[in-house]
């Protein structure tokens, strides 16, 4: 069965600009999370989806971080306007629906801001 | 609030040593625990999980862990380690009540020396 899906895996941009993710999960799977995982330290769950419905996002900076899922099945991270502190890796896992079930990451993609 | 904590930023043991990298919880109810490991380049893999019943679950490439609910411990073993093995370890716990949001620990990583 495919992974999942990242792109792009590398992104320099500037303060201010913005930056946008997208992430295919894996064929079947109901949640998809977003992670931030800074250099040194473990992922951070940014957002997790059931479908495409908003699990859980108290950890996602809403001033600057938005994400959809339409239909359910890929999803989009956006950052806008980028800071320094964004740089970092941002991580796309997907899992059957529920508790109990272990996610699948994607390659990540390694964002700097300059 | 859920936590994880990982108390050794590093590990070191000898090829055919047994390893032993640990793990304490915190969270609000039954608690789903996973083990991941991150090898250099590679994106992060799933490798073993706790969610009820026999205390010691076993996992891919020989590795083990042991579940204590009262030190709310989940330590994760393997009897002889490979150079291999090394890589960077994470502790994850999902709560089973709140939709299973993901808490990960900060790492450890763990040097098999020949």
């Known amino acids: 069965e495919a992974g999942v899906a990242q792109s792009p895996r590398y992104k320099i941009i500037e303060k201010r600009q913005s930056v946008a993710f997208w992430c295919n999960p894996i064929s079947g799977h109901a949640t998809l999370y977003w992670y931030q995982q800074i250099l040194g330290q473990g992922p951070k769950l940014l957002i997790q989806f059931q479908n495409n419905g908003v699990v859980d996002d108290s950890q996602l900076p809403k001033d600057r971080f938005s994400a959809e899922r339409l239909k359910g099945v890929d999803s989009t991270l956006k950052i806008q306007p980028a800071k320094l502190e964004d740089s970092a890796v941002y991580l796309c896992a997907s899992s059957r629906r529920g508790g109990s079930y272990e996610q699948y990451f994607g390659p990540g993609t390694r964002l700097t801001v300059t | 609030a859920q936590s994880v904590a990982q108390p050794e930023d590093q590990v070191n043991v000898a090829e055919g040593n047994p390893l032993t990298v640990k793990c304490t919880y915190s969270v609000s109810g039954n608690p789903y625990l996973f083990w991941y490991v991150q090898y250099p380049n590679r994106g992060l893999q799933f490798l073993l999980k706790?969610?009820?019943?026999?205390?010691l679950v076993k996992g891919s490439y020989g590795f083990e862990a042991e579940f204590n609910k009262s030190q709310t411990s989940f330590h994760l073993k393997k009897p002889s380690a490979l150079v291999s093995d090394s890589a960077l370890y994470f502790c994850a716990v999902r709560d089973g009540v709140n939709a299973g949001k993901s808490t990960f620990g900060d790492g450890t990583t763990l040097t098999v020396k020949p």
């Open positions: 706790y969610i009820t019943g026999d205390n």
